[in-house]
């Protein structure tokens, strides 16, 4: 191939279209370029010796833009020595630079007849000075680089085929120290053509890291990192210094340090730019500008916090992200449970909290006079606050819990407890706080205990005593009881005193013998707690005679011997008498028991109207006659058995108006209906107590004829729970039936059975206080016939009757103890209807065999104990309404004990009465459940059953149930739940049914 340098132009342009770049190169950001030959147009001016080695040729690439190359091909003459320098190149601010050559090189072998030397490499080098030094070029001057050879070269085939191969070699020069240098490169007979020479330096580019800014920085060594310190953007602090290192190779390393936004700015597109209107920032700190809490606002940019709207607040310990909020409204649902000088209130949480958590109550207790227990004033008001030594538990502030009791208030007397709900703002906005009254008045209650006894006198056969009045007299003492007894007969034995005064001289008594002795008062409520024991001693009897006088002393002993011997009978009967009835007062009675048992006088007893032979003799000696004219009548609520029944205003003389509920008997009746009537205002009248419905009076000499009671805004329980289901909390529910517990105690106490105890016949008021009424006279009809079961004695509402009073009508305040348990479960399921769709028969059936309600949903276990010992068919096992109170009250007391839920427990965990359990005992085995299953109301059903395996057991449903006998439908839910029960056990061990 003839290989003369226009050959090799030609060659190379035809090449170079086929392989420069379409777009230009971008190159790093890094890199700065020094020289890059393709950057140039017009021609480079390099030198080139001797004229006739390396030559410059110009081209045009694909897109027509203009190239440099530089080529050389003399391997057809011998000894070559071909230079070719560049123009001086300034190197700024490198100690080391990098050289880029782009070339092509032919094989030897593809090139025929060499008659010189063919080389496949050729030579860089470099020159440095600190000038340009023109055209002056000396060869001994530059120092060698490295030799550059191809990793590819072309031949005459690829020349054909036009496929070029383009090598890309890149060297490190360094370190440099003079301003500027030249390359060389030395041709010794290869054919080569450069298409492109690039010199650059590496540096570390300009960057913000961490919100600090690093500048250019080029790398002072080859060897070590240099440390640049940064420079925090504007709005910015330091938290640390920031910093970062530059390695030789250009790259930033290892960043330290951070710069962090100031307040009212955030980090956006590496800078800190003002926080938008609606948005704030407080601290320092690269979090993102946060848009304002509910219930504030921010007008101007950058804000470092949010201002509230009106009526609402911040409190100074608020962090800014926190919303305003404003102080909780009042809280709801006041119920105040009275027990004779104590009341515990209860109430729910406000229905707005003002946005807050840290909601506190704080009660305020007030004695007001010309105020009514039920809110209606009688002429001006007086308030005054508590007396000091009235007590609250757990305290008066600061509460957290919605229930408090209030002790040591005076007997007889009203109350009003403002109840205030705070938060953290309430302070910031006094005009906006709010609170809940309720007004009470305390019960007759019986004295505190004496507390101090002091021994006046004492002599051989008496004793002096005096005592001061209890603390808490609680009204007019009557009297006081005094009991003694000698010390070693331990009770057996006493006696019992009354006094009017507090001071008593106990006669009769041994000589030289120790007493024990308990003194009480009594008020018309009857009498207070003993006092603690005090124990006194007689004198003994003197056996100092003077010797003087031993010899009559003998004479006497031994004439007073002989008496005694002769009277010893008749002196036994007499003496005891005489010590016995004598007094020292005479307003004193000595009464002496020798087995122990006294009846204690004062107690009311209820007297049944029926007894009397002109029933208007009860009415007129129980209620009061009323003048029809003092009573409006409003409109018709209801419908009785004797007539309607109606709300209206009743306004006596010198009174303010109230609201009261009237009853009518209805045109045409009978002698035996009015009487039937009116006795019940004969038995209302009886009673007086918080938890009992109050007679107003009666209208009887003029038509119609009305018992007018006080006015229960919010009905019978039943449908007042239906209508609110799941609206209480546990504890609201619970002083609901403590305040039925503690009417039936009342009535308990008086000797009265109400026979028809149930959530229709309690009614509610606007505080949520339950009173007991319908006294068996006016029942409100129902559609449904089987809601009565009628024997030959008259109607009985089986759902809520003991057995044994259904079957022997035998009612008593044990009756009325499983009438209440039935009305607690009603309470607890919200109005629910006792054993749902069964029919009477059914019921009876079932609770004769045992069966009993299962709790209902969410009902805590000490809840459904209480339903449990109730629902004892011995009804001597069932508690005292005075034990079901004392239980409320401790379950009011400790609210925590009500979150252990009967749905979640095999059993209470806490007896609350002994009782002998029907309940299905744990089950091992397959066996043992059949056993088991044939001890419930079904086991007819299960006599004669087997079944092969617990699976079968296990997929038995209410259908199959029935199919086998089991149609009662509590039962069946009974079952079925012991079913998966067992199921479980196969699985996982023995579970309790």
Request: with cysteine; proline share 6%; charged share 20%.
């Amino acid at each position: 191939m003839d290989c003369n340098p226009r050959s090799l132009f030609f060659i190379l342009l035809l090449l170079l279209s086929c392989v420069t770049p379409a777009f230009p190169v971008i190159y790093p950001p890094n890199e700065v370029n020094l020289l890059d030959s393709k950057a140039s147009q017009g021609e480079l001016g390099w030198i080139s010796y001797p004229s006739h080695g390396w030559e410059e040729i110009s081209g045009v690439d694909e897109h027509y833009t203009p190239i440099r190359t530089f080529q050389v091909c003399n391997v057809m003459e011998y000894s070559q020595n071909n230079w070719l320098r560049t123009n001086w190149i300034p190197r700024q601010s490198a100690q080391k630079i990098y050289v880029e050559l782009k070339f092509t090189l032919r094989d030897c072998n593809s090139i025929p007849l060499v008659l010189g030397t063919c080389k496949e490499t050729f030579n860089l080098l470099y020159l440095e000075t600190d000038d340009d030094q023109g055209s002056h070029f000396r060869e001994h001057q530059f120092s060698k680089i490295d030799t550059i050879a191809a990793d590819e070269s072309f031949t005459q085939t690829d020349l054909g085929d036009r496929i070029l191969k383009l090598n890309t070699e890149v060297r490190e020069v360094g370190p440099l120290t003079k301003k500027g240098f030249y390359l060389a490169f030395q041709d010794v007979g290869a054919c080569v053509a450069l298409v492109s020479v690039r010199v650059y330096f590496k540096k570390c580019p300009y960057t913000v890291r961490n919100l600090a800014t690093f500048p250019d920085t080029v790398p002072m060594d080859s060897h070590s990192l240099v440390e640049v310190k940064g420079l925090c953007v504007n709005h910015s602090k330091e938290e640390e210094p920031p910093r970062m290192y530059c390695s030789t190779e250009g790259e930033w390393l290892v960043p330290i340090g951070k710069c962090l936004c100031n307040p009212g700015y955030e980090e956006r597109s590496n800078t800190c730019q003002m926080c938008r209107a609606g948005f704030y920032k407080s601290a320092l700190g690269n979090l993102e500008c946060s848009k304002c809490p509910p219930h504030s606002f921010s007008h101007h940019e950058g804000s470092l916090h949010c201002g509230c709207e009106k009526n609402f607040f911040r409190a100074e310990g608020d962090p800014a992200s926190m919303a305003c909020t404003r102080p909780p409204s009042a809280p709801r649902n006041v119920i105040s449970s009275i027990n004779e000088t104590s009341v515990i209130l209860d109430w729910s949480w406000p229905e707005d909290t003002g946005g807050r958590r840290d909601v506190t109550f704080t009660v305020l207790c007030k004695r007001c006079r010309g105020v009514t227990a039920n809110g209606s004033n009688s002429g001006t008001q007086r308030c005054e606050p508590c007396r000091s030594n009235v007590r609250f538990l757990p305290r008066a502030a600061g509460l957290h819990n919605t229930t408090v009791t209030v002790g040591d208030l005076l007997a007889h007397t009203n109350y009003t407890f403002e109840i205030e709900a705070l938060n953290g703002v309430s302070a910031l906005a006094p005009k906006m706080r709010q609170y809940a009254a309720v007004t009470i008045t305390t019960n007759q209650a019986a004295p505190s205990p004496v507390t101090v006894i002091r021994k006046e006198k004492t002599s051989r056969n008496s004793v002096s005593l005096s005592w001061q009045e209890p603390e808490r007299p609680n009204g007019i003492i009557l009297d006081y009881e005094i009991k003694y007894y000698e010390k070693e007969e331990q009770e057996t034995s006493y006696t019992i005193l009354r006094a009017r005064g507090c001071n008593v001289t106990l006669n009769g008594l041994k000589s030289n013998t120790a007493y024990l002795l308990q003194i009480r008062a009594r008020t018309a409520a009857g009498y207070g707690a003993s006092s603690p024991t005090f124990q006194f001693e007689t004198s003994p009897d003197s056996f100092s005679i003077s010797s003087e006088s031993s010899q009559v002393v003998l004479i006497a002993i031994s004439a007073a011997v002989a008496i005694i011997l002769l009277t010893v009978l008749l002196y036994v009967l007499i003496g005891r008498f005489c010590c016995r009835s004598k007094s020292k007062h005479p307003d004193e009675k000595r009464l002496h028991f020798g087995n122990g048992h006294l009846r204690l006088p004062g107690i009311r007893t209820y007297v049944d109207p029926h007894t009397y032979e002109d029933p208007s003799q009860a009415v007129h000696e129980f209620a009061k006659e009323l003048d029809a004219s003092c009573i409006a009548i409003d409109k018709v609520v209801g419908a009785g058995e004797f007539g309607e029944v109606c709300s209206g205003r009743l306004k006596l003389p010198s009174k303010k108006e109230i609201c009261v509920a009237i009853k009518t008997l209805k045109g045409g009746y009978t002698d035996k209906q009015r009487r039937d009537f009116l006795a019940e205002a004969s038995i209302m009248g009886q009673f007086d107590h918080p938890n009992i419905i109050r007679l107003e009076g009666v209208v009887t000499r003029s038509k119609p004829v009305m018992i007018v009671t006080e006015y229960m805004e919010n009905g019978s329980l039943d449908s007042f729970l239906r209508k609110h289901d799941a609206q209480f909390t546990g504890i609201q529910l619970v002083g609901m039936l403590r305040g039925i517990a503690s009417g039936m105690k009342y009535l308990s106490d008086m000797g009265y059975v109400h026979r028809d105890l149930a959530a229709r016949n309690i009614l509610v008021n606007s505080n949520l206080v339950c009173k007991v009424s319908d006294f068996g006279l006016s029942r409100v009809l129902e559609d449904d016939p089987e809601a009565a079961y009628t024997t030959r004695g008259g109607k009985i509402p089986i759902r809520w009757t003991a057995p044994e009073a259904i079957a022997y009508r035998k009612f008593t305040s044990a009756s009325d103890a499983w009438s209440y348990g039935i009305v607690l479960w009603e309470v607890m399921s919200y109005g629910e209807r006792p054993y749902w769709e069964m029919s009477n028969q059914d019921v009876i059936k079932a609770v004769d065999e045992g069966y009993r309600l299962p709790p209902p949903m969410d009902c805590p276990a000490t809840l459904y104990q209480l339903m449990l010992d109730c629902w004892q068919k011995e009804r001597n096992n069932r508690p005292k309404f005075e034990q079901i109170v004392s239980i409320l009250d401790k379950l009011i007391r400790n609210p925590g004990s009500l979150k252990i839920t009967a749905n979640t427990t095999s059993r209470p965990a806490n007896l609350l009465l002994d009782r002998s359990s029907s309940e299905v005992p744990s089950m091992g085995t397959m066996g043992d459940w059949m056993d088991g299953m044939r001890t419930l109301p079904c086991k007819e059903a299960f006599s004669g059953v087997s079944y092969s395996s617990c699976d079968t057991l296990a997929k038995t449903s209410t259908e199959d149930l029935k199919k086998v006998g089991v149609t009662i439908v509590g039962p069946q839910k009974k079952i079925v739940s012991s079913l998966k029960a067992l199921d479980s056990h196969t699985k996982n061990g023995p579970v309790p049914v």
